[in-house]
């Protein structure tokens, strides 16, 4: 009998390309913002825009485009011109139809372990765009459910491991981020996989000491993830 109920992914940058689109956007600010003047870095400032706008706007492309037209304006002195505003809207609209782009390895490795276990995704993110993203990715007929959530922190692992009556220490998460995927889900008992990424997220960092010491391990890629909860299992 396996040990684990339920295996629960995140979404972006688990299963999918994402962090390198919202980089690839941050260059097209830099250039845009690059016949303005002024002392500040256009990435440092929008990065410290972004960690400030979280508990307001929450995640995803609709609360980094804000995020963008509000760091050209202080940038700028206010100077930015309405045009370079549309232009900015534009980067964020074209980030929402960008086509999703799975990691190697993903779509074989969801089969193969929806063949033996309840898999569930647990995301961040605007509602809506994450259930584009999920439905268009292909794999979305593989996860029985499916929580886009505001925070991923200790209390809203807890609620979802209660709604789906799922005891911590039979509940697996993978993901790459230390601060979303991996330190609450062991604080409250239960087993989580990291797979770094190779572009993170500056606001997703995490001081050494909070490393978490026991309940986690560490796979380079998703194709080592059946591997992985074999060996657990016997």
């Given at each position: 009998?396996?040990?684990?109920?339920?295996i629960?992914?995140?979404?972006?940058?688990?299963?999918?390309?994402?962090?390198?689109?919202?980089?690839?956007?941050?260059?097209?600010?830099?250039?845009?913002?690059?016949?303005?003047?002024?002392?500040?870095?256009?990435?440092?400032?929008?990065?410290?825009?972004?960690?400030?706008?979280?508990?307001v706007?929450?995640?995803?492309?609709?609360?980094?485009?804000?995020?963008?037209?509000?760091?050209?304006?202080?940038?700028?002195?206010?100077?930015?011109?309405v045009?370079?505003?549309?232009q900015?809207?534009?980067?964020?609209k074209e980030?929402?139809?960008?086509?999703?782009?799975?990691f190697?390895?993903?779509?074989?490795?969801?089969?193969?372990?929806?063949?033996?276990?309840t898999?569930?995704?647990?995301?961040?993110g605007?509602?809506?765009?994450?259930?584009?993203?999920?439905?268009?990715?292909?794999?979305?007929?593989?996860?029985e459910?499916?929580e886009?959530?505001?925070e991923?922190?200790?209390?809203?692992?807890?609620?979802?491991?209660?709604?789906?009556?799922i005891?911590?220490?039979?509940?697996?998460?993978?993901?790459n981020?230390?601060?979303?995927?991996?330190?609450?889900?062991?604080?409250?008992?239960?087993?989580?996989?990291?797979?770094?990424?190779?572009?993170?997220w500056?606001?997703?960092?995490?001081?050494?000491?909070?490393?978490?010491?026991?309940?986690?391990?560490e796979?380079?890629?998703?194709?080592?993830?059946?591997?992985?909860i074999?060996?657990?299992?016997?």
């Open positions: 009998m396996p040990l684990f109920d339920v629960a992914f995140d979404a972006d940058d688990t299963l999918w390309h994402n962090e390198s689109v919202y980089s690839a956007t941050k260059k097209k600010l830099i250039d845009l913002l690059s016949s303005y003047e002024s002392e500040h870095d256009v990435e440092q400032e929008l990065d410290k825009r972004e960690g400030k706008n979280l508990s706007y929450g995640y995803g492309v609709k609360s980094f485009t804000l995020s963008m037209i509000e760091t050209a304006i202080d940038y700028t002195n206010g100077k930015i011109r045009d370079e505003i549309q900015i809207i534009g980067f964020g980030m929402l139809f960008t086509e999703v782009q799975l190697e390895n993903v779509k074989e490795t969801v089969s193969k372990l929806a063949e033996s276990y898999l569930m995704i647990i995301t961040k605007d509602l809506l765009d994450q259930e584009k993203k999920l439905s268009r990715s292909g794999i979305d007929k593989h996860f459910c499916v886009i959530i505001s991923k922190d200790e209390e809203a692992y807890r609620k979802i491991l209660l709604k789906y009556h005891q911590p220490e039979r509940f697996i998460m993978v993901g981020s230390l601060r979303s995927d991996i330190l609450p889900v062991v604080k409250i008992g239960g087993i989580a996989v990291y797979i770094p990424a190779k572009i993170n500056v606001l997703d960092a995490v001081k050494d000491e909070q490393w978490p010491l026991d309940g986690h391990y796979i380079e890629h998703i194709g080592q993830l059946p591997a992985l074999e060996n657990l299992n016997g």
